[in-house]
């Protein structure tokens, strides 16, 4: 038997991306094993992000070293095909094989399940571009998650329920990226996870740009709400723990907040972006709620989850944004309280609305505002941190630690915990009490086996210490 091919694939950009390049990746299993070296592969795939500015710029200083590879290769008589996948390729299309003519296949995210087709047409073409919007759905075209593969990604896996967004804010590309807001059925999103769990994955995070704008096709013929959704995958005896991002303000429903409190599987961690505490911001930045809409959702949050983590993104130097609406954005994060939050600064996309706007703010001025920004939320995600220490926790364990006879595993804050523990012990759920931290890790010890008492309800347990 062959060899099979090599398959480098990178990605550059958010969970949708990411989770885009494992199913291309379980697409091409048949014909390619995947590989972590770009310079020996037969098919590279750079997975683009076209967000902000700098993560599309990336894409062509990364393409002008795989061209060196390249040439290399076809000094060595070995045929390297070169694919751009992703937003970018989506955004660019035609003017990515013209910046970088050695490139082969340029493919949209809608288009994904097209790849080993246009893999074997650009073995005999110079250049394939396909990113029209198929009318066909992607998922119904796409290989199951290979057990091999989902097996060497560890036991958390993503599940992509819903893609695109009609949201149009006036900053976003993601909207003519990938296309219209659409939700997977509830059958097809439980079929997937089958595959996962057979492969030893504990954990799903359920991902959509909006994923809490969710109404896929439940079994019984009607729309199901993320809530739902959550409910039937926490069902599945297999699941360890759910998660879902991103969300957006205005579609966290009453159900998806009592959720957090009646769903034990469902971790205490919500992602809800704001993007400025400024309500004239918000507003010329078409988000559709204001500041006090976003305190009322965190109140109602919390009440149902106590200890829930709140984490966000914010975009600092949007056009005319003045210092005052800067403060309303550091007065809101103090009010808040955040586990830990992504800052960016504005970054102008061609064709969005906002990059016309009058009151573009200097780079100078975004970057000093970003630094202060960053100063606040630090200090939030340490504070949030320390208040752990002593305290008792339940851990994932997921790898094998820095250190020898050390595991390493995620709290149900999504913080990374070390742990000393036997490495048999990853891939399940143990309690740990936390006992230090450093920058970014919390530090434990596992407190199994559970006591009887802390399995008894507290009626028991009260007897029992008497
Ligand atoms: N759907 C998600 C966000 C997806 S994009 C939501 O609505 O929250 C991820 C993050 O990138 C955004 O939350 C925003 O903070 C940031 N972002 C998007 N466009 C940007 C731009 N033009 N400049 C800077 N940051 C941007
Ligand atoms: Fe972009 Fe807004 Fe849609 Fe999020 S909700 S993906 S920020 S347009
Ligand atoms: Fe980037 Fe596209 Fe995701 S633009 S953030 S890879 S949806």
């Known amino acids: 038997m062959s060899e099979p091919r090599k398959l480098y694939i990178k990605s550059f950009g958010c969970q949708m991306n990411v989770y885009d390049s494992h199913r291309m990746a379980d697409s091409l299993a048949g014909d390619y094993r995947e590989t972590d ?15 902000r500015e700098r993560a599309s710029e990336k894409i062509f200083s990364e393409l002008g070293r795989i061209k060196e590879l390249k040439s290399a290769a076809e000094k060595e008589g070995r045929r390297m095909l070169i694919a751009v996948a992703g937003c970018v390729a989506q955004a660019e299309g035609n003017e990515i094989i013209r910046r970088a003519p050695f490139v082969n296949i340029v493919i949209g995210p809608q288009s994904i399940h097209r790849l080993p087709d246009l893999v074997a047409r650009a073995h005999l073409a110079s250049a394939v571009v396909e990113t029209n919007f198929p009318i066909e759905d992607k998922f119904d075209h796409l290989a199951p998650p290979s057990f091999a593969a989902t097996r060497a990604r560890g036991i958390s896996a993503f599940v992509s329920v819903q893609e695109g967004c009609d949201k149009f804010c006036t900053f976003c590309v993601v909207p003519y990226t990938r296309g219209i807001e659409s939700s997977r059925p509830v059958a097809k999103i439980s079929e997937e996870i089958e595959h996962l769990t057979a492969a030893g994955v504990v954990e799903v995070t359920l991902i959509g740009q909006n994923v809490n704008a969710y109404h896929g096709h439940g079994p019984d013929g009607r729309p199901w709400s993320l809530a739902r959704l959550i409910e039937h995958v926490a069902a599945k005896r297999e699941i360890a723990r759910v998660r879902y991002m991103t969300s957006h303000p205005r579609d966290m429903s009453d159900d998806l907040i009592a959720s957090h409190r009646d769903i034990p599987k469902l971790m205490p961690f919500l992602h809800l972006p704001i993007q400025s505490g400024s309500d004239r911001i918000l507003a010329a930045m078409n988000r559709r709620h204001g500041r006090s809409e976003y305190l009322d959702i965190v109140a109602r949050v919390r009440a149902a989850r106590p200890d829930i983590a709140i984490s966000s ?6 056009p005319g944004e003045t210092e005052d609406d800067f403060a309303a954005t550091i007065d809101l994060i103090e009010q808040v309280k955040f586990a830990q939050a992504y800052s960016f600064t504005y970054s102008a996309r061609p064709g969005t609305p906002a990059a016309e706007m009058d009151g573009q703010i200097a780079e100078a001025v975004k970057t000093e505002r970003l630094a202060r920004l960053q100063i606040a939320i630090e200090r939030q995600r340490q504070a949030f941190s320390a208040a752990l220490v002593g305290r008792k926790l339940d851990v994932l364990f997921e790898r094998p630690g820095r250190l020898p006879g050390q595991i390493a595993g995620r709290s149900p804050y999504l913080q ?6 036997s490495a048999h012990r990853i891939g399940t759920v143990g309690r740990v ?3 230090a931290l450093s920058t970014n890790s919390l530090f434990g010890e596992p407190i199994d086996p559970v006591p009887a008492y802390a399995m008894m309800p507290p009626a028991f347990a009260a007897a029992e210490g008497a």
Not at 37 to 51: F, Q, S, Y
Not at 313 to 318: A, N, Q, T
């Open 37 to 51: 070296r770009p310079d020996g592969a037969d098919l590279i795939v750079l997975n683009t992000c076209h967000i």
């Open 313 to 318: 993104d914010f975009i600092v130097g949007f």
């Open 416 to 421: 990374p915990v070390q742990v000393m523990a």
């Open 433 to 435: 009490e936390i006992t």
